[in-house]
């Protein structure tokens, strides 16, 4: 059986932090070039409560998980990718 987790989407952007909906996912295996990391701390800064209320100046999607500032330990890493 996969590993959970606990992640906070946006389901709708426009609605401010009431829009953040708790879900269990999958832990995912990090790619080529990725990180994965054991999130201890998180902060929702101005960024994010821009885009959570619609007034981000690029375009989001929902399931976002809005999160500008971590702080957390990397648990494995994917393949190294070397550009030639």
Same mark, same amino acid.
């Given at each position: $059986?996969?590993?959970?987790?606990?992640?906070? =989407?946006?389901?709708? @952007?426009?609605?401010? !932090?009431?829009?953040?909906?708790?879900? =269990?996912? %999958?832990?995912?295996?990090? #790619? !080529? #070039?990725? *990180?994965?990391? =054991?999130?201890? &701390?998180?902060?929702?800064? *101005?960024?994010?409560?821009? +885009?959570?209320?619609?007034? *981000?100046? $690029?375009? @989001?999607? %929902? #399931?976002?998980?809005?999160?500008?500032? +971590?702080?957390?330990? +990397?648990? &494995?890493? #994917?393949?190294?990718?070397?550009?030639?």
């Amino acid at each position: $059986m996969a590993q959970e987790q606990s992640v906070w =989407r946006i389901s709708e @952007i426009g609605k401010g !932090p009431a829009a953040l909906k708790q879900h =269990r996912e %999958a832990i995912p295996s990090p #790619g !080529p #070039g990725q *990180y994965l990391v =054991r999130i201890l &701390s998180v902060s929702l800064n *101005y960024r994010d409560l821009a +885009i959570l209320s619609g007034a *981000y100046a $690029m375009p @989001i999607e %929902a #399931g976002l998980v809005p999160c500008s500032d +971590i702080a957390g330990e +990397i648990v &494995s890493a #994917g393949e190294v990718c070397l550009l030639h």
